[in-house]
């Protein structure tokens, strides 16, 4: 199975402080998603990162990818209560066709 | 708003009914998919179209027909489901040239009595 690992499954911090979430997988990439899904709704993408890319960034958001290791992490900085959602790694397969979804980790953010 | 719409958003059948699931892509992409999500499991792909060729049927029963009659609609026939059958069912759309980024509709909550 192309499925990884994402960890940890559930997180809650407060409000204002950084939200690391990781992501690993088993075969080789053409590249790697993150998505977030509020309850119930449609999944929304944040950032996408190639293969060949080590470290991306957009507004709040970081992520990183190690190909040796074949993991990937997403940092939330300075969170807000609005950022409370699930969050998913997807790996694309090396046609760059199908994307393979890991079981995401549910995030909380307290006011 | 994503620019992909299904409909209807929430469908309670029973097991002998007959009934269709919607998605239409507003983008002009190329390919679309079927996606299942279940509760405490990872999003499952069910079928991919590319240029309205199915291209990947992730050996989903066949009581799960789609449809694909342009690059701008998909259709999912359902057909004497089970009660695991109850799902939240999506629909995406992406390019189809290999940025894979893909585009989500709102979801059918679809629950089998």
């Known amino acids: 199975s192309q499925q990884g690992e994402e960890d940890p499954q559930a997180l809650s911090i407060q409000e204002g402080e950084n939200a690391t979430m990781n992501c690993s997988y088993k075969?080789?990439?053409?590249?790697l998603q993150w998505y977030r899904q509020n309850s119930g709704r449609g999944l929304v993408h944040l950032i996408l990162?190639?293969?060949?890319?080590r470290e991306k960034h957009s507004g709040r958001l970081r992520v990183t990818l190690d190909t040796s290791k074949k993991s990937s992490s997403l940092l939330i900085t300075a969170s807000r209560a609005a950022d409370t959602a699930s969050y998913f790694c997807?790996?694309?397969?090396?046609?760059?066709?199908?994307?393979?979804f890991g079981g995401g980790t549910r995030l909380m953010v307290k006011p | 708003e994503t620019g992909v719409t299904q409909t209807p958003r929430h469908l309670v059948m029973g097991m002998t009914n007959k009934k269709s699931l919607k998605c239409e892509q507003h983008?002009?992409?190329?390919?679309m998919y079927w996606y299942k999500q279940s509760a405490k499991k990872p999003l499952e792909l069910m079928f991919v179209?590319?240029?309205?060729?199915?291209?990947e049927n992730n050996s989903v029963p066949s009581r799960f027909s789609p449809e694909c009659p342009n690059s701008s609609h998909l259709f999912l026939h359902l057909h004497t489901l089970q009660p695991e059958d109850s799902a939240l069912y999506l629909c995406?759309?992406?390019?189809?040239?290999?940025?894979?980024?893909?585009?989500f509709g709102p979801g059918t909550r679809l629950l089998v009595l």
């Open positions: 995406a759309s992406s390019q189809g040239g290999g940025d894979e980024t893909q585009y």
């Open positions: 075969t080789s990439i053409n590249n």
């Open positions: 990162i190639r293969s060949n890319e």
């Open positions: 997807a790996r694309g397969n090396n046609a760059g066709n199908m994307l393979t």
């Open positions: 983008l002009g992409h190329n390919a």
């Open positions: 179209y590319n240029f309205k060729e199915q291209t």
